[in-house]
């Protein structure tokens, strides 16, 4: 039997890999071990408890104010004692956090193939985003097994010297979760107030969005919903200090504008589900929006997901003020345009891909 170790730690990375553990938790090939790092304590939590996770061991690494240095020390440390432990054949990391480019430093440092989910992805700038862009490539680097969302994502792990036997194009486990969190009968105070009107989902927090950026974002935010009386802008806002400060400066007071606390993912998902349109600068948003029929804007200078641009499900705006208010109008303006990209199929994946994976890895 195969025994494989999965390391995760925030609820982006328990969003697409618990569907994942769960797949292989079925195979009697597979010996699943979990191992969080709780770089986002309470968030992580909650992910979990959707898909119905227990840990087999919880490094517990968060603390107030953590830096980048504390979360590679602390994952190295505690993985270290944990690979020791259950001396497992493969490592699985997911994504471009840094716990998975720690996760995957450890294991690499301990001789222990790594398995990476969600590889291939690249703006080729390393400052954006930072530091994921770097820690996805890192990882791939020193990857024995990567599973590519897309084609595009595994040619350019062909470009940089991954063979094609260390290479799988299986499409994005996020589009698994979905068939967890989206909830067609879900109902909120949120989307009672949006009855009559169109409902825009923001999601922002990028750290290198913050400053400049982000007060143009926010203000571009603010002119949408001023000039759009129609709409209802809801903005589940981050808990980063510096991206609430300015959330408070920029939205608050506006009638038609909800600044909420983060919300769990069966909320968020169900809300994105019922929107007329997504103005984000995250990554996994712009994978999961297609599948649920929502249109995005993506508030960012460049994207390691071009998939969504070349297909016509997502619009990338940058973060200038005029330029994320102009996609905006476009689609609030032209219903034949918002309605051709609702319905355009999503790039990045059909539901199926934990098991792709899991069969990969029962065979290899």
Known sequence: MKKILTVFGTRPEAMKMCPLVIEMKRRSGLETIVCVTSQHKEMLASALAIFGVAPDFDLDIMKERQTLFDINKNTVRG????????????????GDTTTAFASALCAFYMGVPVAHVEAGLRTY???SPYPEEFNRAAIDKIARYCFAPTERA????????????EIFTVGNTAIDAL??????????????????RRLITV??????????GMKNM??????????????????PVHKNPAVTSLAKEYLSGVGNIILTEPMEAVEFHSTLARSYLTLTDSGGIQEEAPSLGCPVIVMR?????????????????????????DAAARLLND????????SIKNPFGDGHTSERIADILEKI
């Not at 993985?79 to 997911?94: F, G, N, Q, S, W």
């Not at 571009?220 to 009386?229: K, N, V």
């Not at 219903?335 to 609702?342: C, E, F, G, T, V």
């Open 125 to 127: 700038d390393v400052q």
């Open 203 to 212: 999601t922002a927090h990028r750290r290198e969005n913050i400053g400049g």
């Open 154 to 165: 595994a040619e350019n792990l062909r470009r940089e010297g991954k063979r094609d036997g």
């Open 79 to 94: 993985l270290r004692e944990v690979i020791e432990k259950t001396r497992p054949d493969i490592v699985a990391v997911h």
């Open 301 to 325: 200078d460049t994207t390691e997901r071009p998939e969504a641009i070349e297909a016509g499900t997502a619009i990338l705006a940058g973060t200038g003020r005029k330029e994320i208010f």
């Open 179 to 196: 068939k967890y969190t989206a909830k067609s009968d879900y109902e909120s105070d949120i989307l009672r107030a949006a009855r009559g």
């Open 218 to 235: 926010f203000a571009a935010i603010r002119d949408i919903a001023m000039s759009y009386p129609d709409t209802l802008t809801v903005y």
């Open 335 to 342: 219903k034949s345009l918002h309605d051709k990209m609702k």
